[in-house]
C-alpha cells in the first residue's frame, strides 16, 4: 500500500462512554447488544497505529464530536508517517466542508504515489 487517508474513522470506543442512541444503532447493525459491544471493543488502533507503514493522511471534523468516541488525532500521532488535519467548523464526514480537506486529500496521494504535488 502506498498511501492511506481516513475521514472521521475513529481510533477508539469506548462502549460504556457512547450516546444511547450511537449504542442503539451499533446493536441493531451488529445483530445485538453483545455483538455491538464486541465490535466496540475492538475498535482500538492503538497496537495497529505503529504499524503502518505507507504515508497516512487522517481527516476529523471539529463539529464530528461524540463521547465515547477518540477521534484520529491519536492514530495520526501513533503512525509512524501520520499527519493529522482537523477541519474545525466541519461535521461527521466533513460533507459541509469539501473545500476545505478534499485538496489536502488530493495533494497526499498524489505526492505519495508520484511524488509530485497536486
Known sequence: ???????????????????????DIMARRT??????????????????????????????GGQDVIPGVTNGEALAGAAPHGTYLSVPHGDHLLGNARPDWLPHLADHLTHALIGARA
Request: net charge negative; no cysteine.
Open 1 to 23: 500500500m502506498a498511501a492511506v487517508a481516513t475521514v472521521s474513522g475513529p481510533f477508539r470506543l469506548d462502549w460504556e462512554q457512547l450516546p444511547p442512541p450511537v449504542r
Open 31 to 60: 445483530g445485538g447488544d453483545a455483538a455491538a459491544r464486541e465490535f466496540a471493543r475492538h475498535v482500538d488502533l492503538a497496537a495497529l497505529a505503529p504499524r503502518i507503514a505507507a504515508p497516512l493522511l487522517v481527516v476529523d
